[in-house]
């Protein structure tokens, strides 16, 4: 056994080049932040171009190391284009935060294809796509590293007023992915862990509470959480305290549902 410091814990993230999506707003955003003031260099994706630059303007503004990459989860190809850009701006991907998501908000019989495709492609096929892509380059080159994908409370737990199946599902495929890649690439040193946040504060969440009022009245707690608050969280999955955990989902929703 090696030596370790007591206790094995740092947030120094430096030399790690780290890929987060959606972090146009909400978690993602956040993510990016915490990742570059870590010491990171972090590769920011997204669809919306200008928030894109927006956030990195932020993020060099406080002396983090960022790049602006957009991309289409929905699209092999430029999931792989973003990919071979961020390598091209920072070296191989040794940090993946896998957050970009996009709910249904519609009932499953009134879902178009068009609808179902999206969600599918965005929640699951995309994470799956750009997950793939990084460890194979891991792998090429004998490195370690972190994946992290952001599932969601809805994929153990839903109800008929939450308007969710196909979300819930395919967060539910983000769990069993993060188990199965776990368990296929722990002997390349790559850990993949699933974080799944209940209530949160974002975009997506505005918009389930216009919808439906301000359910958070029936929480234990009575509240909406911050997305700050699940910054430890991330950090002890990327950092090298974890390195025995790997293939594991973290549920963080502040006691708001059953077990």
């Not at 370790?4 to 430096?14: E, G, I, Q």
């Not at 957009?70 to 990919?83: F, Y």
């Not at 007023?161 to 722990?186: C, F, H, N, P």
Request: net charge neutral; aromatic share 6%.
């Amino acid at each position: 056994m090696g030596d370790f410091a007591t206790p094995n814990f740092s947030t120094d993230l430096s030399g790690q080049v780290a890929l987060v999506t959606g972090t146009t707003s909400g978690l993602g955003k956040r993510f990016a932040q915490v990742l570059a003031k870590c010491g990171a260099k972090v590769v920011l994706t997204g669809r919306r171009v200008e928030k894109l630059d927006e956030l990195a303007k932020q993020i060099r503004a406080d002396s983090g190391v960022c790049e602006p990459i957009a991309i289409d989860m929905t699209d092999r190809q430029s999931i792989r284009s973003a990919l071979a850009k961020a390598e091209e701006a920072f070296g191989t991907v040794t940090i993946l935060i896998n957050n970009a998501g996009i709910p249904d908000a519609e009932r499953i019989t009134k879902m178009s294809d068009e609808l179902v495709d999206r969600v599918v492609n965005t929640n699951l096929l995309g994470p799956w796509t750009l997950s793939t892509e990084v460890a194979k380059r891991l792998i090429a080159e004998k490195r370690p590293g972190r994946i992290v994908n952001i599932s969601s409370v809805a994929a153990f737990n839903i109800s008929a007023e939450t308007v969710a199946g196909l979300y819930s599902t395919t967060k539910l495929g983000i769990a069993r992915m993060t188990e199965a890649m776990a368990v296929e690439w722990a002997r390349f040193n790559i850990n993949v862990n699933c974080i799944a946040p209940g209530a949160f504060s974002t975009e997506m969440l505005d918009g389930m509470l216009d919808r439906m009022g301000d359910f958070s009245v029936a929480f234990p707690r009575k509240r909406i959480c911050h997305p700050a608050q699940m910054d430890s969280t991330l950090l002890f999955l990327v950092s090298p305290s974890s390195e025995c955990v790997t293939g594991t989902v973290i549920k963080v929703d502040d006691g708001q549902g059953p077990r």
